[in-house]
């Protein structure tokens, strides 16, 4: 099964409507490479799952200061202030989840599960029109599991099978969306033979990723 | 007198206990660790991904890859390791955090805290924060103790809150102040104020530690 694509083929299946999930913390482990090229193709009215909304003049960022985006959830967009702008012009639709409960979502999402059971969020707006379950004495809310059609992500090397490597903090939310969505991206800065990545050093195996694309840079 | 900012940041650094693991927020709380005693190890948590995070790096040896969760460059200490957003937040809420420190707009008398959104001016999302105060073991504010003159020490927050009843301990540059059931407990002062000062400046009413100690500035 082939999975090495040029970047046009692997961002031909990002299409209108779709949710998104976009690796990346603050733009660190973000796929740059393959957002441009959403950029470039135009795809519209998207729903992305990530956990920031970057800077404006980057990866994420770019994506919503174009307008891209009908939707946003994410933990953090303090550093893109179009985000903040559109949210409160209802331009763009803004959910705002702890990180730690968005991380657990999209684990979730990806291992089968219907949701996750949290005590983050307790007594804050977050609670508001969740429901609420107590076990052995202590409440929590429940958080739904969140699945995208498409999660782009990043990583440091792929083998020609889609094995991982990611590099020191650019791992983030990366492993996790790769099990959460339909079709899997990777963008990688190198690509080397099947066997070169030990298997135990294999941080997401080859079975979760469909397509494997080389970074520009 | 000296700075304000030193003065709080070395008295929390007197908190944690060798091999603590701790979680700095963004701000003053970062200059937490140019305090940390010489005589204990304490192993910083970066919630973007890693433990045993180091000082800024000079500018050569700067990676994209390594930042902390303000996305400043960092660098690791020997020893320290990286992982996902749901391992980190594993740490962060399952009990193997020690401590966070963190800013404030508003804590008040009960432990509540305020620190991550004004409504109709700046609402960046809460980030980890929420994650970060349910979970951690001890929880410390270190803030200056009025913004401009505006008081910050509630009797109760009016701001939406980050998490209900979570502190434990309030640093200023005044003093000390533990949450206890029965108030805030005055436990230390600065020298350089007297407690009639250090109560104008706060809205709940403090109860005195006996004895008062004297903050170590």
Not at chain 1, 78 to 96: A, K, Y
Not at chain 1, 117 to 133: A, H, I, S
Not at chain 2, 31 to 39: F, G, R, T
Not at chain 2, 98 to 115: F, P, R, S
């Amino acid at each position: 099964m082939k999975k090495l694509m040029n970047i046009d083929e692997a961002a031909a299946h990002i299409k209108d409507g779709m949710t998104v999930m976009l690796g990346g913390f603050l733009g660190v482990g973000a796929p740059s490479t393959v957002i441009d090229k959403m950029i470039e193709n135009g795809v519209k009215d998207l729903t992305v799952i990530a956990n920031d909304t970057s800077f404006p003049d980057q990866n994420i960022g770019k994506l919503v200061v174009n307008k891209q985006v009908k939707k946003v959830i994410a933990s953090h967009i303090g550093t893109n202030p179009e985000t903040g702008r559109q949210m409160n012009e209802n331009e763009m639709e803004v959910i705002l989840v702890p990180q730690g409960t968005l991380a657990e979502q999209v684990r979730a999402g990806g291992a089968g599960l219907g949701g996750v059971l949290t005590p983050t969020g307790l007594g804050t707006v977050v609670e508001d029109g969740k429901q609420k379950v107590t076990i052995n004495g202590k409440v929590y809310l429940v958080e739904e599991a969140l699945k995208a059609d498409v999660a782009v992500i990043k990583a440091l090397k792929a083998d020609k099978k889609g094995n991982l490597v990611y590099d020191k903090a650019a791992r983030n939310f990366n492993p996790l969306m790769a099990m959460a969505a339909d079709l899997v991206i990777a963008e990688v800065d190198e690509i080397v033979e099947v066997g070169e990545i030990s298997p135990d050093m294999v941080m997401t195996p080859n079975i979760f990723v469909n397509i494997v694309v080389k970074g520009e840079k | 007198m000296s700075d304000i900012k030193a003065i709080i940041a070395k008295r929390v650094a007197q908190e944690f206990s060798d091999g603590n693991l701790v979680n700095l927020g963004i701000g003053l709380p970062t200059l937490v660790a140019n305090y940390i005693p010489e005589s204990i190890e304490v192993i910083l948590q970066s919630e973007n991904g890693f433990v045993g995070m180091g000082p800024a790096p000079e500018e050569s040896e700067i990676d994209p890859n390594l930042v902390n969760a303000g996305a400043m460059p960092v660098t690791t200490l020997p020893g320290a390791a990286f992982f996902d957003s749901a391992m980190s937040f594993a740490i962060i809420r399952g009990g193997h955090l020690d401590a966070t420190v963190l800013g404030a707009l508003q804590v008040d008398e009960k432990g509540n805290l305020a620190n991550w959104m004004i409504p109709g001016k700046k609402v960046p999302g809460m980030g980890g924060a929420m994650d970060l105060v349910t979970g951690a073991k001890k929880v410390i504010v270190a803030m200056t103790h009025t913004a401009k003159g505006s008081i910050k020490i509630m009797k109760e927050c009016t701001l939406p809150l980050t998490a209900a009843g979570q502190v434990d301990l309030i640093i200023t540059e005044m003093g000390v102040m533990r949450v206890t059931e029965k108030g805030l407990l005055l436990e230390e002062i600065n020298p350089e104020f007297t407690v009639e000062q250090v109560q104008e400046a706060t809205e709940a009413k403090l109860i005195v530690a006996e004895p008062l100690k004297v903050m170590e500035i």
